[in-house]
């Protein structure tokens, strides 16, 4: 349909995007994360502004807004991109190629998106191996 308006397919695919993501939770850090990796530092605030037209009534937007701008500084993971390390490094430990590497690395994220591990690379790699 909007692409029948005439849209570009990248602005469709963001409306699309953040119609998908309209009630998605936003109290929790973990919560915050999964948005910064469904939108990144360069469709986060068009989907804030989104989801606070949807609800202009609800207090804590500018809060929540410098919670998600945090997300996108260097060293802060939010998804296994911006983990401190990657698949080379786990490589490198001694893993194979194959799903066990990737189930690894969202393994790793999830624990430092949770707080359970820093984002520290020898940390990381520490906790790699006891998985």
């Known amino acids: 349909m909007l692409l029948r308006l005439a849209w570009g397919r990248d602005a469709a695919a963001l409306v699309s995007r ?27 605030v068009q989907y804030l502004a989104f989801r606070r037209a949807l609800a202009p009534e609800a207090a804590g937007w500018d809060e929540l807004s410098a919670r998600l701008a945090a997300l996108f500084t260097p060293g802060v993971c939010y998804n296994t991109a911006t983990l401190a390390v990657n698949g080379g490094d786990l490589l490198r430990a001694g893993f194979v190629p194959g799903p066990a590497l990737g189930a690894a690395l969202r ?25």
């Open 18 to 44: 953040m119609i998908a993501h309209r009630d998605a939770p936003l109290g929790t850090h973990a919560d915050r994360c999964r948005l910064a990796d469904a939108f990144g530092p360069e469709n986060i």
């Open 107 to 131: 393994a790793l994220t999830d624990a430092v998106v949770a707080g359970r591990l820093p984002n520290e690379k020898a940390a990381l790699l520490d906790a790699a191996r006891r998985l």
